[in-house]
C-alpha cells in the first residue's frame, strides 16, 4: 500500500504565494497528480509529475522528487477563488493495480 | 463540466435499504472509477472497471457491487445500507486503466444519506 501525508490545513492571504507539501511512501511509484476539490464538488485536475523536477502551468506549478517520496504544489499570486482542498494522489504499480491512492487532501483557506 | 454525468444527485434513505448509483462516463473513455468520500476517510477508492470488466478492487465491503454496461455507462448498488454508508460517492472516467498521463475526470457525485 502506500502512506500519504498532507497538511490538514493552511491558511494564506490574498495575493500571496503558498506551497502545499506532500510525503509518500511507495514500492512502484508510476505517477503522482495534484487535483483541486472546492467543498461539496468533485475533485478537479491540477497537475501530474512523474519525473523528477518541476511542471508549471499558469500560476500552479508541481514539484516532484521521486528519490525523497516528495512533491509539492505551488501557488502563486493567490485569489479568494484558490480556497479549496488541495488532493495529492500517487499512482503505483505494484500488484498490477494502476489506481491512484489519495491523500486526505489540505484545506487551503485565503483570506483578504 | 468534466462530461462525467452522475445520478441522483442527492439520495437519502433509511438503513437496511438498497440504492443504485448510476454514472456515464465521458465519450470515449473505457475506464469507470467509483470512489467515496466521507468527512473523516478522505476519497476512498472502490472499484474500477475497464470496458465492461471488473479490473481492481479496493476499499469496497461486500454489501456493495458494481457493473458496467455495454454502452460503459456504470452502477453502484448499496445493500443493507447502514448510518455509516452516509458519504459522497464519486465516479471518475478515464482514458486508460494503466500507466500514461491519463488524468481522471470527475462526476459531481451523489450524496447519500442514510436515516
Known sequence: ?112 | DSGVTQTPKHLITATGQRVTLRCSPRSGDLSVYWYQQSLDQGLQFLIHYYNGEERAKGNILERFSAQQFPDLHSELNLSSLELGDSALYFCASSVEGTSGIYEQYFGPGTRLTVT
Request: charged share 15%; glycine share 10%.
Open chain 1, 1 to 112: 500500500g502506500q502512506n500519504i501525508d498532507q497538511p490538514t490545513e493552511m491558511t494564506a492571504t490574498e495575493g500571496a504565494i503558498v506551497q502545499i507539501n506532500c510525503t509518500y511512501q511507495t514500492s512502484g511509484f508510476n505517477g503522482l497528480f495534484w487535483y483541486q476539490q472546492h467543498a461539496g464538488e468533485a475533485p478537479t485536475f491540477l497537475s501530474y509529475n512523474v519525473l523528477d523536477g518541476l511542471e508549471e502551468k499558469g500560476r500552479f506549478s508541481s514539484f516532484l522528487s521521486r528519490s525523497k517520496g516528495y512533491s509539492y504544489l505551488l501557488l502563486k499570486e493567490l485569489q479568494m477563488k484558490d480556497s479549496a482542498s488541495y488532493l495529492c494522489a500517487v499512482r503505483d504499480r505494484s500488484g498490477g493495480s494502476y489506481i491512484p491512492t489519495f491523500g486526505r487532501g489540505t484545506s487551503l483557506i485565503v483570506h483578504p
